[in-house]
């Protein structure tokens, strides 16, 4: 029943259009939301593509274009943003990582919007983690992602865990999630 209730909460939580839009488009902010449910272990993170690639409009030359696909590659390889506790033998499952940007026919897609005033294009980097892990007590995940994206300056976190309901902002100079 708490793993049901888990990922129904965080889709409930996590995908609202205010906290989704809040968080893609901060610049130098990014998202992180967890849920652990016994030996399961689920992360989304999402940036503004403005804190990934240094741009957030569609790219046009060769070198925006691999940008991105190099910003895709290291959101598929969570160990270069995530440092999970060895003890918890956690394994990747299941992994999704894009950039979102265009509009949807039925409205806007919640990660990509024409600013009114400008008319700008905003997007964001999406990523999506399921790990299982041999034992998921986790008391801590270090964030490796300031080293790799330095123009991150703070992450705002959200965790559902067997403990309870964590959040709290992480920055460089303490970059650890503490699930306590």
């Given at each position: 029943?708490?793993?049901?209730?888990?990922?129904?909460?965080?889709?409930?939580i996590f995908s609202t259009p205010a906290v989704a839009q809040?968080?893609?488009?901060?610049?130098?902010?990014?998202?992180?939301?967890?849920?652990?449910?016994?030996?399961?272990?689920?992360?989304?993170?999402?940036?503004?593509?403005?804190?990934?690639?240094?741009?957030?409009?569609?790219?046009?030359?060769?070198?925006?274009?691999?940008?991105?696909?190099?910003?895709?590659?290291?959101?598929?390889?969570?160990?270069?943003?995530?440092?999970?506790?060895?003890?918890?033998?956690?394994?990747?499952?299941?992994?999704?990582?894009?950039?979102?940007?265009?509009?949807?026919?039925?409205?806007?897609?919640?990660?990509?919007?024409?600013?009114?005033?400008?008319?700008?294009?905003?997007?964001?980097?999406?990523?999506?983690?399921?790990?299982?892990?041999?034992?998921?007590?986790?008391?801590?995940?270090?964030?490796?992602?300031?080293?790799?994206?330095?123009?991150?300056?703070?992450?705002?976190?959200?965790?559902?865990?067997?403990?309870?309901?964590?959040?709290?902002?992480?920055?460089?100079?303490?970059?650890?999630?503490?699930?306590?």
């Amino acid at each position: 029943m708490f793993k049901k209730l888990t990922l129904i909460s965080l889709a409930i939580i996590f995908s609202t259009p205010a906290v989704a839009q809040q968080s893609a488009h901060v610049h130098g902010f990014a998202s992180i939301n967890l849920a652990i449910d016994g030996d399961e272990l689920q992360i989304e993170f999402v940036s503004p593509a403005e804190s990934i690639v240094g741009f957030e409009y569609e790219p046009s030359t060769a070198a925006e274009h691999k940008a991105v696909a190099d910003a895709i590659a290291l959101l598929r390889n969570p160990a270069k943003l995530f440092a999970l506790p060895a003890r918890a033998g956690c394994e990747l499952h299941e992994i999704e990582a894009e950039r979102h940007a265009e509009h949807e026919k039925h409205g806007e897609d919640e990660y990509a919007h024409e600013d009114s005033d400008t008319g700008e294009t905003h997007s964001a980097f999406h990523a999506h983690y399921h790990f299982g892990c041999k034992n998921a007590v986790i008391e801590t995940i270090a964030l490796r992602l300031f080293e790799t994206w330095p123009q991150i300056e703070e992450v705002r976190v959200q965790a559902l865990t067997p403990r309870g309901q964590f959040g709290g902002n992480i920055g460089a100079g303490d970059p650890v999630i503490r699930l306590q």
